[in-house]
């Protein structure tokens, strides 16, 4: 009888052996359906084997075979590359790597979707022009609609017209276009486009890392596509990340342009489950060219792979912050060097690792130095006090100029501060008393619309409170800036202007995010008030004017990346000005001007920053010079948690006798000791070499299964976003 050894995608180190029924076949990779004591679970056959440890007659059998293609035998290598690195379960690991199983037959929307002329189609149709026949007649009611022919308008055409338009369809002469945007004309590549895109696909066929440094606006993703039309053409897929769902559209609207011929689909966790599962059984059989998703398509087959894009790289949502703890970028490399194919990391910030491997070699830096629309320049930088007197709730004398002189020239502005809600706290005037969330260390904010304090770390909601529950004083007031109080100062000081206002509470609908994004594209809005949702890769043409305000904030705090990370949205806000030839301008708002983030900014010099944190982190022995695994525990009592760290740290002294190039913290509370009723505490392991780090890790993790914590809920989170 043959035994199939299953990896479940639960939190058990060990594989799990059951008998194949007669008449069934599975091999490594495919996916079974199977009971462990009552519950059923899907789980990825590992091996094949005739004996198990386990006696025969114990063992259950495997209950059914998924229709699914068996894993390929590289994902299962990726997956067990994860599961070894980022220290978790393989079963965990290989979970990620499928498709969602159940529910969800896949929406048609792409039949939906309006079709325009490809590239290729305005040339090969141009003959018909001013001619007369139903192809003629055809081609001249498209080329007149640059967002193409809408499903209710293919509706009134003739069989024949239709006829016509489903051979063009099949020649590539006309192409879905996913949003009414984007028309499908490409630009010509100038210099520093070329050579970037050249050196990529010189290495096409080899694994090559490269960091595309190109500032906001310098036309990365016309690199990418080029490159990624050159791997396609010789037969390759190309592997496209991207930080977020929302950019996806617009990205997809770009590469239809770029890429008529070649079909492309996107994965993320925004689609519907099959639609995923089409996208990927369409990557897998090798049909679809080009894959665009978000950090959980770095695991999708791809038999033809041939070059991996990332692009905004330095951006934290490529790391999974539970579960399995991976880094989608790092995990791309990795990728790229199994498959033996070229990576492009891009970004005009690159992230302290990225710049650190640049910096030896290790990467080589491709670079794009000026904006590539015509016209375009990089925006003039402001600053302008935060603390002003004059200042309407923030808003401050020299941005409420700046707005007006933006909207008296017909143009857009955004303004942006990096909090949602009301206010971030509430607070007693007389006593001091401010509101707090009972189940977390941390403030509440104020919901002025809702009259409520909401906890943005749990979800806890309770009423605005009347009267100051510690004195009795009815004096309570909202301290600081977000995005709902100045939307309502902008409102109040701007009152003719259009105003919309995009954060996580606007579009948490689906479908508000595009909605929002379509008025700001046609004109309907003036002046856009946002957190960092805004910061990210949008190109609105029409936007010459960025304010900045509370930025001084990310510079008091204790996590040590905050530098980093205040720099590169600092300048990917102030990057959404002036990209289409119109002048740009950035006010920001500090009390510190002369801060190197600030520095850094208005002289358009990340190099320089990048190098002074690079060497920062050297001296204090931090990641990217140093790598770090982070142990992190929670429970209900306090005490339960120490005693969980305590023990792990003994075994960790106990290991370190033998492993000496790795140093061991004591355990500490968390940065946020408290978070949903949890206690919660931290210990960092680090050492200056990362396969030493690795062999200490594995060897804890082991016998950190022998520490008692049956309260107790553990991770191991390896290159930690922060601690
Ligand atoms: P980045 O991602 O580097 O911020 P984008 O790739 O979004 O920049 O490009 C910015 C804008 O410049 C886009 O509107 C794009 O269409 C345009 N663009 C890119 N390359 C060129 C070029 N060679 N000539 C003219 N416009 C270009
Ligand atoms: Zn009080
Ligand atoms: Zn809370």
Request: aromatic share 6%.
């Amino acid at each position: 009888v043959t035994i199939a050894r299953v990896a479940l995608p639960i939190n058990a180190e060990q594989a799990f052996d059951y008998w194949l029924p007669a008449g069934l076949e599975v091999k490594p990779g495919s996916v079974v359906r199977v009971r462990l004591g009552r519950k059923a679970l899907l789980g990825v056959v590992v091996a094949c084997t005739e004996d198990s440890a386990v006696d025969a007659a114990r063992l259950a059998p495997i209950d059914e075979i998924s229709p699914l293609t068996p894993l390929p035998a590289d994902v299962l290598e990726l997956a067990g590359f994860v599961a070894g690195y980022y220290q978790a379960p393989l079963g965990l690991a290989l979970a990620l790597a499928l498709p969602p199983l159940a529910g969800g037959v896949p929406a048609r929307r792409r039949e939906e979707s309006p079709l325009a002329l490809t590239v290729a189609g305005r040339a090969a149709l141009s003959q018909l022009a001013g001619r007369s026949s139903i192809a003629a007649a055809l081609h001249a009611q498209i080329a007149a609609l640059p967002n193409g022919l809408t499903i209710d308008e293919r509706k009134q055409l003739s069989v024949a017209q239709r006829r016509v338009l489903s051979q063009w369809r099949k020649a590539g002469h006309v192409a879905a276009v996913p949003a009414l945007r984007d028309s499908a004309s490409v630009p010509q590549l100038n210099l520093d486009q070329r050579d970037a895109a050249a050196a990529i696909i010189g290495k096409l066929g080899t694994f090559a890392p490269f960091l595309l440094q190109g500032i906001t606006g310098s036309g990365k993703t016309e690199v990418y596509l080029t490159a990624a039309a050159e791997a396609i053409a010789r037969g390759g897929q190309v592997l496209v990340l991207v930080p977020e769902i929302n950019l996806t559209p617009q990205f997809e609207a770009r590469v239809r342009a770029a890429l008529p011929s070649a079909t492309a689909v996107s994965l993320h966790s925004g689609l519907a489950a099959g639609d995923r599962r089409a996208a990927w059984q369409a990557a897998y059989d090798g049909t679809a060219a080009l894959v665009l998703g978000t950090r959980l398509a770095v695991f999708t087959p791809l038999p033809r792979l041939a070059l991996i894009v990332v692009d905004e790289e330095h951006d934290a949502s490529f790391k999974q912050q539970e579960g399995v703890r991976y880094h989608a970028r790092d995990v791309a490399v990795f990728r790229a060097r199994q498959r033996d194919v070229p990576i492009v990391l891009g970004s005009a910030t690159p992230a302290l690792e990225s710049w650190h491997h640049a910096r030896q070699d290790r990467y080589q830096r491709l670079l794009l130095t000026t904006r590539a629309s015509p016209g375009a320049t990089l925006p003039r930088t402001i600053f302008a006090p935060d603390r002003d007197a004059r200042a309407q709730e923030g808003l401050g004398s020299v941005l409420l100029a700046g707005l007006r002189r933006c909207l008296a020239r017909g143009e857009q502005a955004l303004v942006f501060v990096n909090r949602r809600g009301y206010a971030p706290s509430y607070k007693c005037t007389a006593c001091g008393w401010e509101a707090g969330c009972p189940r977390c260390s941390a403030r509440l904010t104020v919901h002025r619309d809702a009259r409520q304090l909401r906890c943005h770390h749990c979800g806890h909601i309770e009423q605005l409170h009347a009267a100051c529950p510690t004195c009795g004083n009815i004096d309570l007031l909202p301290r600081g800036i977000g995005t709902q109080r100045l939307e309502r100062a902008l409102a109040s000081a701007l009152p003719s202007a259009r105003i919309a206002r995009i954060d996580r509470d606007s579009t948490r609908r689906r479908g508000a995010f595009a909605s929002l994004r379509t008025q700001v594209e046609e004109g309907t809005v003036d002046v856009l008030v946002g957190t960092q949702m805004l910061a990210k890769g949008h190109d609105f043409p029409r936007l010459t004017l960025v304010g900045v305000l509370g930025a001084d904030n990310a510079l008091y705090s204790a996590d040590f990346r905050a530098t980093e990370r205040a720099a590169a949205l600092l300048m990917q806000v102030a990057g959404r000005a002036g990209r289409a030839g119109l002048a740009g301008e950035v006010i920001v708002q500090t009390d510190f001007p002369d801060h190197a983030v600030y520095r850094a900014l208005a002289t358009d010099d990340y190099d320089r920053l990048a190098d002074t944190l690079l060497h920062e982190r050297k001296i204090a022995r931090l990641p990217p010079c140093a790598y770090v695994g982070l142990l992190l525990a929670q429970a209900h009592a306090r005490a339960d948690v120490d005693r969980f760290l305590g023990a792990a740290h003994a075994a960790a002294l106990a290991l370190e006798q033998t492993d000496a190039g790795v140093e061991i913290f004591s355990p500490v509370p968390a940065l946020m000791a408290r978070r949903a009723g949890f206690e919660r505490g931290q210990m960092v392991v680090q050492s200056n070499r990362r396969g030493e780090l690795q062999r200490f890790l594995t060897r804890w993790r082991a016998t950190l299964a022998a520490v008692p914590s049956s309260r107790v809920r553990f991770a191991i989170d390896v290159d930690p976003m922060g601690f």
